[in-house]
């Protein structure tokens, strides 16, 4: 099969993402905009795993769900006026003291992931509505995609790759594609060690390293040849999250 072949039969898989790994998130597509504790929970599900779950990954996020829960039974920040955001490590350190130390007795040890916890509350202060995923799709709808992934990506701990995953989905739970200009599909594209050795495997990019411009190149490519680029990269993550079992599923009808 040629490269444009390719890329549209890995496109294909994006249904089988959809339904793996969004379903849920859809069912509950309005609770999340309805409860800021929820989004800001959903936004914790993609940046504690990095974009993949392992069973470490989901002990550290269930510590902190307990510590943040404790966190804003509390404190009621999720209510109050707007303040200031800031990424200033020592700043936060400060301002959120008492979580920072929840999350310490809940045994999250790693100050990047206490960093990233109280960063992410703190996005939660920068808009009037204190719901993390309402100010994204706030900033997606006026055509702001790239201050949506700018905050995100600014965010500790959380950089381009969770960025570009959690916005991709955004788009794709709450059917905001209709929001997108052509530019804006380099901000959904997530990078990872699966996607890029797909992608040069088929001849879509020719680097050996993943790279800064990756997204937007494969992006380019994508459009070229018809396809979404959204698609593109959520097949792609399929079939990096669950290649063994599409293997042995090709095995097992080989007569």
């Not at 200033?88 to 310490?104: G, S, V």
Request: aromatic content about 10%.
């Amino acid at each position: 099969m040629d490269t444009k072949t390719f890329v549209n039969q890995i496109a294909k898989f994006h249904k089988n993402y959809g339904v793996e790994f969004l379903k849920e998130r859809i069912e509950n597509r309005d609770a999340y905009l309805k409860t800021p504790k929820s989004a800001l929970f959903l936004i914790l599900s993609y940046s504690f795993y990095q974009g993949r779950r392992n069973e470490i990954s989901s002990q550290f996020e269930e510590r902190a769900r307990k510590a943040l829960s404790l966190f804003l039974k509390n404190n009621n920040i999720l209510s109050t006026s707007v303040s200031s955001r800031t990424t200033d490590k020592a700043r936060l350190q400060k301002r959120y003291k008492d979580l920072d130390k929840e999350l310490k007795n809940n045994e999250v040890n790693k100050e990047g992931d206490r960093l990233m916890v109280m960063s992410l509350v703190n996005l939660t202060q920068f808009s009037h509505q204190k719901n993390i995923l309402a100010f994204l799709i706030g900033k997606i709808r006026s055509k702001a995609i790239s201050k949506a992934y700018k905050n995100l990506d600014e965010t500790w701990s959380i950089g381009p790759k969770i960025a570009s995953l959690i916005l991709r989905d955004i788009v794709c739970i709450y059917e905001l594609e209709k929001s997108l200009n052509k530019d804006d599909y380099c901000f959904l594209q997530p990078i990872d060690t699966w996607v890029h050795r797909l992608s040069k495997k088929i001849g879509l990019i020719n680097k050996d390293k993943i790279y800064k411009d990756e997204g937007k190149d494969i992006t380019h490519q994508c459009l070229a040849f018809g396809v979404n680029p959204i698609h593109y990269n959520q097949g792609a993550w399929y079939i990096g999250a669950r290649s063994l079992q599409i293997l042995l599923r090709n095995i097992a009808v080989i007569k």
